[in-house]
């Protein structure tokens, strides 16, 4: 079985996650929404945690707007541009990090905790309760936390409808259809029962599922694709309405889990 950190940081050496939220109109309606969610249920004024930071996309802006902000980064050069970026910033620390394990993080010390990526790379269920349980723990009592998953079904939907379909299923799925997660997959999903249940019996109480980019990222990869920033102005204002909507959650590639803590 490979390394998770040598599988991650494989991935992100050669892959432009800079400019990731900006070059398509999936990442932008990705962004938007999410940032909606932050802002609705983070006050004027607080501190806020991003765990699985990037190169700071969220955190960076969340400081601009002037949150005190820590964002932790598992993958190497990920971290160095984060670091930089940081640099003329007061309000933000970064810190490298491993989600699974934020031992230099007090217990009940942000307003928001952003698990915003770590959960796409944990593969066994213990790690995917261990990073829950990390971002309870340094979260206050009555604060947010916002974890981001990916559909397994969007997954099928976006990568194997072209052509391999069988072989996505094999990887994919039990023969049952019960979702496999494993580290050579780098991305994996989830049933949105499934992860609902890595909340069970933690200590928080639920507040909404929602889809944050839709069908967008399959519509993108049409040849014909085109939208307007008239036309994506609708487009988002349509999706923000109905983006918790359970019919429509499946089949958005991302999507966020909010909870208070008790």
């Given at each position: 079985m490979c390394d998770r950190r040598e599988i991650i940081n494989g991935f992100y050496d050669s892959y432009d996650e800079e400019t990731r939220m900006e070059n398509s109109r999936q990442a932008q309606l990705e962004y938007y929404t999410t940032m909606h969610f932050i802002r609705k249920y983070l006050?004027?004024?607080?501190?806020?945690?991003?765990?699985?930071?990037g190169t700071g996309r969220y955190s960076i802006n969340l400081a601009k707007e002037g949150y005190d902000v820590t964002a932790v980064e598992f993958?190497?050069?990920?971290?160095?541009?984060?670091?930089?970026?940081?640099?003329?910033?007061?309000?933000?620390?970064?810190?490298?990090?491993?989600?699974?394990?934020?031992?230099?993080i007090a217990d009940n010390s942000f307003d928001m905790t952003l698990i915003l990526g770590p959960l796409y790379h944990l593969y066994d269920r213990q790690d995917q309760e261990a990073a829950i349980k990390e971002a309870i723990r340094v979260t206050k009592k009555g604060?947010?936390?916002?974890?981001?998953?990916?559909?397994?079904?969007?997954?099928?939907?976006?990568?194997?409808?072209?052509?391999?379909?069988?072989?996505?299923?094999?990887?994919?799925?039990?023969?049952?259809?019960?979702?496999?997660?494993?580290?050579?997959?780098l991305f994996t999903g989830f049933n949105i029962d499934e992860f609902e249940e890595l909340f069970t019996d933690m200590p928080v109480d639920k507040i909404t599922i929602a889809a944050v980019d839709g069908i967008?990222?399959?519509?993108?990869?049409?040849e014909d694709?085109?939208?307007s920033e008239a036309e994506f102005d609708a487009f988002k204002d349509y999706h923000l309405h109905h983006c918790q909507r359970v019919e429509l959650l499946g089949s958005s590639s991302h999507l966020i889990y909010i909870a208070r803590k008790k």
């Open positions: 006050a004027d004024k607080g501190k806020v945690i991003e765990v699985g930071a993958a190497d050069r990920n971290f160095e541009i984060l670091c930089r970026k940081c640099e003329e910033i007061p309000n933000i620390k970064a810190c490298k990090g491993d989600g699974v394990d934020l031992h230099f604060g947010i936390i916002i974890a981001a998953f990916l559909s397994v079904h969007a997954i099928m939907f976006d990568n194997y409808l072209q052509g391999n379909f069988a072989s996505g299923l094999e990887e994919n799925f039990t023969r049952d259809y019960k979702v496999k997660h494993f580290p050579e997959q967008m990222e399959l519509a993108e990869r049409r694709f085109s939208m």
